[in-house]
């Protein structure tokens, strides 16, 4: 019997390239499960997962099995013959990284041709954290945009028969020539950069090191702090961690000049939410322009209250050029 290769989460556009890739190699076989406990009791003798070496794992299977986490690691790599999860995503958020550590040594890499990898004895991860880029990128372009011109409360109150009103062009800002503070110039963060660049505006970054992609017109500053003082935008390209949990909070977010826009695709308890709300009902914060949530997909009410902020729901990253390459590569990776 060949080796199995599970898929959590259906292959929507490249079923002809998993065919290819794995005929002859692996056999494919569908999550049935809708329970963890029945997805954990299947792969011994007999259930419809035996034999399984790799899971293909998508965010939507997290309705069935749950994420991830720490026990169900664990069960995999103590009861299962799975060597390797390849993740359909460009964090680790969703996965137990601290989980697959305890299991022994673990080392990591990162190439620009191929996914950061976690090790652990057994057991491989791995995601696809640059086949998104430029669809969060602009979907990043497009909250700015909206958020210094207020395009989203214009539609709607054309939707809603008012034409113009509540419209105020005395609330309205041009994009040349502000100054766009970008927190992880990273590859989403980067090419966000060229985007806004082309309008001008002026362009400062914070990363944990300078970038050496940088270009000349993109300047490097010393601390979020000096970002937070600077900035008109303040734009967040950073992953999910226990070190950037919280990282935009109070103080960094008083720092911003009054009236400043605050953009946030990456992850939604990177910013400290309740200071968010607070900075937008006194008027500190102009408005938001968000695409993910601390606890999704619940939104909290009080941000739908605020009628010059752009909201959508966790969209950046979704458009049919973006999703075949994250199948390519999550399948790739196996």
């Not at 997962?49 to 965010?59: F, I, K």
């Not at 720092?255 to 695709?265: A, D, F």
């Amino acid at each position: 019997m060949l080796p199995r290769v599970l898929l959590c989460g259906e292959i929507e556009f490249v079923q002809d390239e998993l065919k290819a890739m794995f005929q002859g190699i692996a056999e494919v076989v569908h999550l049935v499960s809708e329970s963890r406990s029945h997805f954990l009791s299947s792969f011994g003798p007999g259930g419809p997962y035996e034999g399984t070496v790799a899971v293909y794992r998508h965010n939507k299977s997290s309705e069935f099995i749950g994420k991830f986490d720490a026990s169900l690691i664990h069960a995999l790599a103590d009861t299962s013959m799975v060597r390797w999860i390849a993740h359909n995503g460009g964090g680790y958020d969703e996965i137990d990284v601290q989980a697959c550590k305890e299991r022994g040594n673990v080392r990591s890499r990162s190439e620009s041709t191929v996914a950061n990898c976690v090790f652990a004895p057994g057991i491989m991860v791995s995601n696809t954290p640059r086949a998104n880029e430029d669809a969060t990128a602009t979907a990043t372009l497009y909250l700015m945009l909206s958020c210094l011109r207020q395009f989203s409360m214009a539609e709607r109150s054309l939707r809603s028969g008012t034409w113009r009103k509540p419209y105020n062009a005395a609330q309205i800002h041009d994009v040349t020539g502000r100054t766009l503070g970008i927190l992880g110039l990273g590859g989403i963060g980067l090419r966000f950069a060229h985007l806004a660049h082309a309008f001008p505006m002026r362009i400062i970054y914070f990363s944990r090191r300078k970038a050496e992609s940088a270009p000349d017109w993109c300047e490097y500053v010393s601390s979020i702090e000096e970002l937070c003082k600077q900035a008109d935008v303040l734009s967040l390209h950073v992953p999910l961690n226990q070190s950037t949990v919280g990282m935009i909070g109070e103080k960094e977010i008083r720092t911003l000049r009054r009236g400043s826009i605050l953009l946030n695709t990456s992850r939604g308890r990177i910013v400290d939410q309740e200071a968010v709300i607070r900075a937008l009902e006194d008027g500190h914060l102009s408005s938001v322009g968000l695409d993910v949530y601390p606890d999704e997909p619940r939104v909290d009410p009080r941000l739908l209250t605020f009628p010059r902020c752009t909201l959508l729901p966790h969209v950046g990253g979704e458009t049919a050029e973006a999703w075949r390459r994250k199948e390519l590569k999550a399948l790739g990776n196996l």
